[in-house]
């Protein structure tokens, strides 16, 4: 038996983990998969309920589970908290506590959206790329930082950091990912300002040596996100650190037509990993089935890939996912002319019931 611990959160995310659940039950069944589901509170949901953003119950509870699948987390209600109290300071502590140092961000554009990109559909047409975004480190965990009065007035500090053994492990997460793909890996910095970006440039050259089969290359940030929109289909796998991630995986995923189109897998040394869509928690639709699940659901398929073993049932949800985009089934986001627009419930049935009429 294996144990999935779901983390709906905030906002859409009870909706969205709802319709991914429908389809996670359904694989199941086809498959024969036996699943133990938990539930938990995380973000906001947790504050309101537990009076902290990652409880001591949910923690444990993730410590016990194979894998991880969560919603979204955050909403405006919670700004005025204190810093420590806040909804993604749930999310941030809890990738810490696994030790999720590995963040996988897959870019795809299915042919069926090549029209809702916002590139013309020949710059964007075949895009398959992944994202390795390094998740523990950096300036998000790095110490000191604060704010703080200096010669009267104040002054906010963070502090980037890496040290070679931070970096080898998601180097060597990147190099493998890529001999899983097309053998090519660009590894983004800021080199030519950044010590830490010096530091990260010359681990991975190091690594590299390991994996003579892949064409390494290096690139500046900056100039990496101009590349990202002039010709993206230059990349195969690129692995950065945190920030750097956070903001290129962003900008990628809009490449695809919608951001409610693209899942993440969060994973540490031992496989076991936390799975979620890359969008937020959109409160300003929240409750009101518009919400596209698409992304959650490709979540499951990724956590059931990557922890849980099971590549038939993965394969099976993302063939679902084309079969619904084939029909012309499209929620608010992806929506365009002649296609059918439906809401968060009725996409999700279309996924299951697409699985239903698959028999491999």
Avoid at 162 to 173: K, P
Wanted: with cysteine; hydrophobic share 45%.
């Amino acid at each position: 038996m294996q144990r999935i611990l779901v983390l709906p959160g905030d906002g859409i995310g009870p909706e969205i983990v709802n319709e991914a659940l429908k389809v996670l039950d359904r694989v199941a069944e086809l498959d024969g998969l036996e699943l133990e589901i938990d539930e938990g509170l995380i973000g906001g949901a947790a504050y309101d309920a537990a009076g902290h953003p990652y409880p001591e119950t949910t923690r444990e509870m993730a410590r016990e589970a194979d894998a991880i699948l969560l919603g979204a987390v955050g909403g405006p209600q919670y700004e005025a908290l204190e810093r420590p109290m806040r909804p993604e300071r749930g999310l941030l502590g809890i990738r810490s506590d696994l030790g999720l140092f590995a963040n996988l961000r897959p870019a795809i554009l299915y042919p069926q959206l090549a029209a809702a990109s916002t590139l013309r559909p020949e710059i964007v047409a075949g895009l398959d790329l992944l994202i390795v975004r390094e998740l523990t480190g950096d300036i998000y965990f790095g110490q000191p930082r604060g704010i703080e009065e200096r010669e009267g007035e104040r002054v906010g500090f963070n502090t980037a950091i890496y040290s070679e053994s931070e970096i080898e492990r998601i180097a060597r997460v990147g190099f493998e990912a890529a001999m899983q793909r097309g053998r090519r890996l660009c590894s983004v910095d800021k080199a030519n300002v950044l010590e830490v970006s010096e530091l990260w440039r010359e681990v991975v050259v190091r690594v590299g040596r390991d994996y003579p089969e892949v064409e390494l290359s290096h690139m500046y940030v900056d100039n990496a996100a101009m590349q990202l929109v002039r010709a993206p289909k230059q990349f195969d796998v690129m692995v950065t650190g945190n920030i750097f991630g956070d903001i290129l995986s962003d900008e990628a995923a809009m490449l695809t037509g919608s951001i409610g189109m693209l899942p993440s897998a969060s994973l540490n040394a031992e496989k076991a990993g936390l799975y979620e869509p890359i969008h937020g928690s959109a409160p300003d639709i929240a409750g009101q089935d518009k919400a596209n699940p698409i992304a959650t659901v490709l979540s499951v398929a990724m956590l059931l890939r990557h922890s849980l073993g099971h590549e038939s049932a993965a394969r099976r949800i993302e063939a679902a996912v084309g079969r619904v985009l084939d029909d012309g089934l499209r929620t608010a986001d992806i929506v365009s002319e002649g296609c059918t627009q439906v809401g968060t419930a009725a996409m999700g049935d279309a996924l299951v019931a697409a699985l239903s009429t698959d028999n491999a």
